[in-house]
């Protein structure tokens, strides 16, 4: 067990979408992690810590809750690395499948203190004032829809869609069968389509 944690910054670099790993060296890194060695560690969370925060706005909502969540998920990832065992889910699964249930435990405290959701504006720099309303009011729609969905549902969407994680990694997170995931998906589809249709026939009406 390692002795110390090391020290994890609140705020994320941008991920490289383009900087992809496979599960094998993943795991390598998570026998060194589980042995101390920090520069595993270190390696292991530029590899995931903005996609992690990522997942985890998308559940919770605010920004800086999402990023509390992945520092205490890879904290958990830096101490509980000697009980990740290989043939069980992949290190990425075994990650996100932690960043669910801390999500769960959010949003189950926030429901117990009334708080509220405050997720702020997305917009994009480069672009026009024009282009920033129309942006957001789409990616309102999105999160508005997604947020109305039963929340395995949801996690199943957000995982294969905008993480990336083929069904068996999805599955795996959700510690569900792949046939158990691919009905979340269908049936989560089917209900995000619908509540986009009907919302854009209340903005046009």
Partial sequence: MPASRPHIAARTTEHNGEDVRTDSDDAVLMGKIAAGDKSAYTEFLKRYLSAI??????????????????????????SKAPNWRAQGPSPRSWL??????LCIDELRRRHRHGSLQDSGPLTDPGATPEDNLLRQARIGQVVEALGALPGRQRTAISLCAYHGLSNKEAAATLNITVEALESLLSRGRRRLRQLLQLDSKGVSS
């Fill in 53 to 78: 925060v990522d997942f985890a706005w998308r559940h919770v909502g605010r920004r800086v809750d999402a990023e509390d969540v992945a520092q205490e998920a890879f904290i958990r990832v830096w």
């Fill in 96 to 101: 996100y499948r932690v960043t669910y249930h």
